[in-house]
């Protein structure tokens, strides 16, 4: 369980966030969702310690981020985005080295069966597709076997099947007990995948259960047409 403290946030004279606090139990999928430039890559930053928080502000399965860093990052994977894959590498490097990394039991030719990278697996990064290079994403978070994910945008640039598959995976890892945080701007599929959403405005989050309801018509809620 990922358990945030009265985390505040500013970068120059701008407050991000202010006072958040919030819980992401096992086996919970949750959705971050904002207008762009409102904070949420900010936040996924935060909690994996890639910004300074405070000493006492971020706990993971009991280990708190400063006084136990090392053990609650192994918990933990999180990927910007395919900016940051290694451009002359190959997909194959990518993913054996988050297996080794992270010491993981995951196999990585299962894993790249059952998201069909088979044609590009020993091709260097530089020569895939955006669409390819999510689907190495995905696959580097399913072969870290990481109890918290941290996802960030991870739809973008694909087609319809190619969304259908990741939300297969993603309640997949929920049924495995995984705790996944996945911003997106994609309304309905977060209806289809979160058990509830954050929606970020004014500094803080807004906690929204899914019960069914049209999120897109609570995104408009929140953030409402100029003019409307």
Sequence with gaps: MLEVKDLSFAYKDQQIFEHLSFTVEDGEIVGLVAPNGTGKTTLLKLLCGLLPTGADTLTLNGLKLYSKRIAYLKQLFFLESSNQLYQELTVR???TY???VWHSKVEIGPVVES???????KKVIKDLSLGMKQHV???MYIISDAQTMLIDEPLNGLDPTSIQEFEEVF???KAKGKSLVISSHQMDSV???CDHVFFLK????????????????????FFPKAGA
């Design 93 to 95: 490097d990518h993913l």
């Design 98 to 100: 988050v297996k080794e």
């Design 115 to 121: 998201l069909e990278m088979g044609s590009y697996y």
């Design 137 to 139: 994403l995905l696959a």
């Design 171 to 173: 309640l997949q890892l």
């Design 191 to 193: 209806g289809r995948t």
């Design 202 to 221: 004014d500094q803080t989050l807004h906690d929204v259960t899914n019960t069914g309801q049209d999120m897109m018509g609570v995104y408009n809620h």
